[in-house]
């Protein structure tokens, strides 16, 4: 038997899995992005202090003044590389976070219409049992008039 309610709910519930699916797949690409971000900025500290030992060891054996300058100058463009790296985590990080919030809500929404839809099936099978119950009641009651009227027949 075709349920347009039902119908409509499957057809709900359908929208709310591929919204739930969609948003899945966006935090992965913001998970994917911000790990890719922190391994970058893991990379040029690891690198800066590397770059900061050689040059302490270099400058302990004697160094001109336009060396010192461009250490200097490099490092003060690696510091800015190390910010921009950060400042691009920290917001590929809230945007993980706003990613797993809106995961959240379509799984809490998907959830909600299978339960409908489950609450549905089941009240239109309490309501099928009512109506077969009252089938059978009625049948009953009318095997019980065809028979009383029979018994009454047979005495008079």
């Known amino acids: 038997m075709h349920d ?4 409509t709910l499957h057809a709900l519930l359908d929208r709310a899995t591929a919204e739930r699916d969609r948003c899945a797949a966006d935090l992965r690409r913001a998970e994917d992005l911000s ?20 040059w302490s060891r270099q ?3 004697g160094g001109t003044m336009e060396i010192v ?6 490092m003060q463009r690696l510091d800015e590389a190390m910010s921009l790296v950060h400042d691009q985590l920290q917001r ?29 099936r089941q009240e239109r099978g309490r309501v099928q049992a009512r109506v077969e119950q009252k089938l059978g009641d009625e049948a009953a009651q009318a095997i019980v008039r065809r028979t009383q009227g029979r018994g009454l027949s047979l005495h008079h």
């Open 92 to 120: 590929s990080e809230a945007t993980v976070a706003a990613r797993r919030a809106e995961l959240t809500a379509a799984e809490l929404r998907t959830a909600s219409v299978r339960k409908l839809i489950e609450r549905r």
């Open 35 to 54: 790990s890719h971000q922190r391994a970058q900025g893991r990379q040029l500290a690891d690198y800066r202090e590397e770059y900061t030992q050689r």
């Open 59 to 61: 400058f302990g054996q």
């Open 4 to 7: 347009p309610e039902l119908s």
């Open 69 to 74: 300058q461009c250490y200097q100058s490099f």
